[in-house]
T-cell receptor, first 115, second 110 residues
């Protein structure tokens, strides 16, 4: 596709419900990132993949958050037993590789509201 | 600790006036600094990066290592510059996550 695609764009979940957010990176992009952006805040790093390998998951806020990229392209961010504080925009981004000078391209985000 | 600070949440500037969005950082090592912009209803996109030394849409930013600052400047503001601006940093070798500031909303007054 032309850019990073995320789905769903909007999701309302009841507290305690599990959600799955999908990211389709730009074709051929090796690196994939997930960020969480709460209202009025900047994007906060969650996790990073290089191909199918999850190289950094230091930003995942709890063990309720899980991300995968099994075939090195599409990625899914799963949140189990959602809580109100999980309400945020979840941004996916990809880049050709992780080296210096490579531009990171962001998707439009998945807006999650937990009620 | 790695940190990016943008002291202003909102900056209102008249059209044609100079713009300066402030950014200070804390990083133990050699950082690469960026400015990202998000226009209304659009996705976050890279505006400029310090290693490129480019001027994009009339904006420039100079890395001042002594003051650990990377302020974004434009001599004459235009209405289409109204947007959210995020300062960000990563390790210079591209092997570190990008850390963002909280952002400054720039509002250009007619």
């Amino acid at each position: 596709g032309a850019g990073v695609s995320q789905s769903p764009r909007y999701k309302v979940a009841k507290r305690g419900q599990d959600v799955a957010l999908r990211c389709d990176p730009i074709s051929g992009h090796v690196s994939l990132f997930w960020y969480q952006q709460a209202l009025g805040q900047g994007p906060e790093f969650l996790t990073y993949f290089q191909n199918e390998a999850q190289l950094d998951k230091s930003g995942l806020p709890s063990d309720r958050f899980f991300a995968e990229r099994p075939e090195g392209s599409v990625s899914t961010l799963k949140i189990q037993r959602t809580q109100q504080e999980d309400s945020a925009v979840y941004l996916c981004a990809s880049s050709l590789d992780r080296g210096q000078g490579n531009t990171i391209y962001f998707g439009e985000g998945s807006w999650l509201t937990v009620v | 600790a790695q940190r990016v600070t943008q002291p202003e949440k909102l900056l209102s500037v008249f059209k044609g006036a100079p713009v300066e969005l402030k950014c200070n950082y804390s990083y133990s090592g050699s950082p690469e600094l960026f400015w990202y912009v998000q226009y209304s209803r659009q996705r976050l996109q890279l505006l400029l990066r310090h290693i490129s030394r480019e001027s994009i849409k009339g904006f420039t930013a100079d890395l001042n290592k002594g003051e650990t600052s990377f302020h974004l400047k434009k001599p004459f503001a235009q209405e289409e510059d109204s947007a959210m601006y995020y300062c960000a940093l990563s390790g210079i070798w591209g092997d570190d996550k990008i850390i963002f500031g909280k952002g400054t909303r720039l509002h250009i007054l007619p």
